[in-house]
């Protein structure tokens, strides 16, 4: 009883740290674009399935605001979830003191209390709905008690949800079907009808992703199948990612992870419990580890974390037996109390710069390359900016970004004040929305970082009567300049003669 209440004060003071940081901070890039972007509800979207989108869209609507905190809610309360989940997937499989242990861990790896745990990202329900299927693959492969068919079943509606997620969920039911094919008593199984029914399951619920990029050219597939695109070998590129991997974790957990990791393979199929884990974590971490190896496309660390994810009961029972020991209850208490310290000041300091840039102030030096919070700075002056110049929806003005991530800064700040349009080769999930053919014979103010003439007449030369330089727009944090924009002033649009986008 003791232990399943340190459970719960566990999940209290965690779900405290999230709502103070992500109280404390503006926005992200990616977040800001899920915010924008999502604003139709749609069946699924060009980056990623529909969810997470969902889940902001939700939130919005029920809520009418468009605070931080309050579109961050529905992560908190997911990873809330998904701590309880990792206790009770660990607590079946190797005790209750292991899925403590476990959970702790998984708490304190900043991957996953930080960005699945606080932010607008796809990962906070796919790790939820990871760990349900897990849960349920355990109560049938490990436990000859709980040998019913409907695991199957459960199992393959989670990870539908996690395919409805990201495209990680993916590693689900293939990892699943590695752990039947390579444990001979369990391939018994291959002759009966529940796996696939599972799995058709689980595809039904993934559909609407099968649907919409059926109406879209298949364009969600093509954009992340594009990022592995074969460029030469390259092993350094391998030793990055793992190291990235290594960062993301935080090496004090990352090591531990790996450790326990290959005690598992060498124990192989004869331990069910460890090898039906191993299968599970395999897929992401291999893949996203060696694709590097012939690809130079962009390959980020925190893509292998899922596969992470499911070696943390291995090291909850890790943790729990070092437990027993005075040697081990001094590493373990030496470590707990360094990786909470490095949480918390790392947070404390992310969150006062963030409020008020006192770092920055402090040692300006910091700032010689622009301020480097920048990404989680809201473009909040930007509707006071462009009343000041007179533009607005009411004359047929509109915003046009060459580049996603500010047209989604934009769009996040006007709030529908204005029309925000991504012309752009890569403008993502602004091409479903943009509606050019609307502005016909308009006047555009043009705005982005660092934009060129030279750029501004390749993009849009042919597309306006006449495009002239404007006063730039400074967008402040903490009452002090933090990103100019520059702009141009676009006269007579002709959206006929644009070709931009994916769709074009």
């Not at 999230?18 to 999502?38: C, H, K, N, P, Q």
């Not at 991997?245 to 069910?272: E, K, Q, S």
């Not at 006071?384 to 110049?389: I, N, V, Y």
């Amino acid at each position: 009883m003791r232990l399943r209440m340190n459970i719960w004060w566990l999940i209290l003071a965690a779900g405290l740290f999230r709502l103070f940081f992500a109280a404390s901070i503006g926005l992200g890039v990616d977040e800001t674009y899920m915010v924008a972007a999502g604003r139709d509800l749609q069946l699924s979207y060009f980056d990623h399935p529909p969810l997470a989108w969902w889940l902001v869209w939700a939130v919005h609507h029920l809520t009418g605001s468009l605070a931080p905190l309050v579109l961050r809610l529905p992560f908190i309360a997911l990873f809330a979830l998904s701590t309880w989940l990792m206790h009770e997937l660990t607590a079946r499989l190797y005790g209750a003191r292991a899925g403590l242990w476990a959970a702790i861990a998984f708490n304190l790896s900043p991957v996953f209390v930080v960005s699945t745990g606080s932010w607008i990202l796809p990962d906070g329900p796919l790790v939820a709905a990871m760990l349900a299927a897990a849960h349920c693959l355990a109560m049938g492969l490990v436990e000859p008690r709980q040998n019913r068919p409907w695991f199957w079943l459960a199992a393959g509606a989670f990870g539908g949800l996690a395919l409805l997620a990201k495209y990680h969920g993916l590693f689900i039911f293939a990892g699943a079907f590695l752990f039947v094919l390579t444990s001979p008593p369990q391939r018994k199984w291959l002759a009966t009808p529940w796996p696939y029914l599972g799995t058709a399951l689980g595809l039904a619920i993934f559909s609407p992703v099968l649907i919409w990029n059926a109406e879209h050219h298949w364009v969600s597939f093509l954009f992340q199948g594009a990022r592995s695109e074969v460029v030469g070998l390259s092993v350094t590129r391998v030793l990055r990612a793992i190291a990235g991997h290594a960062l993301y974790l935080a090496p004090w957990v990352w090591v531990p992870l790996v450790v326990v990791a290959w005690r598992a393979l060498r124990r192989g199929p004869a331990d069910t419990r460890s090898w039906l884990l191993l299968c599970l974590a395999c897929g992401p971490i291999i893949l996203f580890s060696i694709v590097p190896l012939w690809s130079g496309g962009q390959i980020l660390p925190h893509w292998a974390a899922p596969g992470y994810l499911m070696l943390f009961p291995l090291l909850g029972a890790a943790m729990a037996e070092a437990e027993a020991t005075p040697r081990g209850r001094t590493r373990l208490t030496w470590w707990l109390a360094g990786s909470v310290a490095f949480l918390a000041l790392a947070a404390l300091l992310v969150a006062s710069e963030s409020r008020y840039a006192w770092l920055t102030q402090a040692i300006p030096s910091l700032a010689s390359k622009g301020d480097p919070l920048r990404e989680l700075v809201d473009w909040h002056d930007l509707k006071s900016a462009l009343d000041a110049r007179g533009i607005s929806a009411g004359k047929g003005d509109f915003i046009i970004a060459p580049r996603w991530h500010e047209a989604a800064k934009a769009a996040y700040a006007l709030d529908g004040a204005l029309p925000v349009l991504c012309l752009s080769p890569d403008p993502r999930e602004f091409d479903v929305l943009n509606h050019a053919g609307a502005h016909a014979g308009q006047i555009a103010l043009i705005i982005g970082v660092h934009l060129t003439p030279a750029e501004i007449r390749s993009l849009y030369g042919a597309a306006f009567a006449q495009i002239e330089p404007s006063a730039p727009l400074i967008i402040s944090h903490a009452g002090r300049p933090a990103i100019i924009l520059t702009t141009y002033l676009a006269h007579g649009f002709r959206p006929t003669m644009l070709h931009l986008g994916w769709n074009k």
